[in-house]
């Protein structure tokens, strides 16, 4: 099932980084692409203002995807 088609700069994971848990879905790409790893234990060791900000960014993400995912619904309701 393809829940999301992502672009150039995307992030995923991000769930899991914030909530602390395991992630909890795969991403398969449909072409070349070249990926970043980042494990949490190393933004861990970074200043407390880096990781901070970081976390912000994501949730800033995540709230326009759960927004964008809310129009699509209402949309085909």
Known sequence: MTIAKLK???????IAYIAKR???TSV?????VIALKIHTNDIDTLLPSIP?????KLIEILVNRLEAMNEQVT???
């Not at 150039?8 to 991000?14: C, D, L, N, P, R």
């Not at 398969?28 to 070349?32: E, H, P, Q, Y």
């Not at 901070?52 to 912000?56: A, E, G, H, T, V």
């Open 75 to 77: 949309r085909n309701v």
């Open 22 to 24: 395991t992630r909890t």
């Open 52 to 56: 901070n900000k970081l976390k912000d």
């Open 8 to 14: 150039a700069g995307a992030v995923f994971g991000e």
């Open 28 to 32: 398969i790409a449909d072409g070349d």
